[in-house]
């Protein structure tokens, strides 16, 4: 069984790992494939199950292939637009996203919602979030959440409305270490991207595909490198050795004592793959890191 962890001060608790279910909304998946996916992932233990309105099919498939298991899992939405009849980013258009995503995951409350990736323009005006927590007190959801990043994510996380936040987090992207994680103590944090979209799968640059900006990150990190002792990794230029903690001389060259190599710098970071492929993420802060893949 995977380990619990406290969502915040929300009262729910959730799987370290997490299954972020994007990818089963694409049509072209056959559904049997998509059900015995599902359903694999919660018999290993995994009960936070994140999607969102913009996922395709996701949040109807997980319904379809989860709603007799719904006391298992913990659900995870996003939201904001894309409900017809309404304009983007407005309180009705929230009030209506709510009661759509509770139909279409076929569930009479929802765990976590989250805003997705809304405006800080949007958020000051108070709105959307004054329909998400009037969802709240009515009982469709038990926790508020904001998901996105940079600015956005910092008026967020300063307005102090939230229950919680998901934001990327991964060996290519560290911001929200410094930046954010020590100013929501007591919120709950879900790390976004937590493989950075596996950018290793690619041999060369993948042009237009979902990983490209973190293979350019990982690339131009060498990550490449991250190597055990068995064999001499080779160096590049803001490589170095982490228990010599130097720079090598010459880059491309293979290391005179064959030691772990990683980019310079980053953060502690440590994470953890499961037999079914999903990613984990701890901080080195020690707070706990919920995972998935947007």
């Keep these: ?114 805003l997705h990736s809304c405006p800080a323009e949007t958020l000051a005006r108070g709105e959307v979030i004054d329909a998400l ?13 904001y ?17 919680g936040f998901m934001a990327s987090l991964n060996l290519c992207d560290q911001r929200v270490i410094e930046q ?7 919120k709950g944090f879900i790390a976004k991207r937590p493989s950075a979209n596996h950018p290793w799968r690619f041999a060369e640059r993948p042009l237009g595909d979902y990983s490209e900006e973190y293979w350019l990150r990982w690339r131009a990190m060498d990550a490449s490198n991250f190597v055990g002792r068995d064999r001499a990794p080779l160096c590049s230029v803001g490589a170095r050795c982490v228990e010599r903690n130097r720079r090598h001389r010459q880059p491309g060259q293979p290391c005179a004592e064959p030691r772990l190599v990683r980019p310079w710098p980053v953060a502690g970071l440590s994470a953890r793959q499961s037999s079914s492929g999903l990613p984990a ?12 893949r947007r």
């Design 133 to 145: 927590d009037a969802a709240k007190r009515a009982g469709n959801l038990r926790a508020i959440a």
């Design 1 to 114: 069984m995977l380990a619990q962890r406290p969502y915040g001060n929300s009262g729910i608790l959730v799987s370290a790992l997490g299954l972020g279910a994007g990818q089963i909304g694409d049509a072209r998946l056959d559904e049997a494939a998509v059900g015995s996916l599902l359903n694999a992932a919660v018999d290993a233990g995994i009960t936070l199950i994140d999607t969102a309105r913009g996922y395709g099919l996701s949040e109807e498939r997980i319904g379809r292939h989860l709603a007799a298991r719904r006391n298992e899992i913990v659900l995870s939405t996003k939201l904001g637009y894309g409900i017809d009849g309404f304009s983007d980013w407005t309180g009705p258009c929230i009030t209506a996203g709510v009661e759509a995503a509770l139909q279409r995951l076929r569930t009479d409350r929802i765990d976590i919602v989250h």
């Design 180 to 186: 954010v994680l020590p100013r929501i103590a007591g």
């Design 281 to 292: 993420a701890r901080s080195r802060l020690g707070r706990p890191a919920l995972s998935k």
């Design 147 to 163: 998901s996105g990043e940079n600015a956005d994510l910092d008026y967020a996380v300063d307005c102090g409305r939230f229950d």
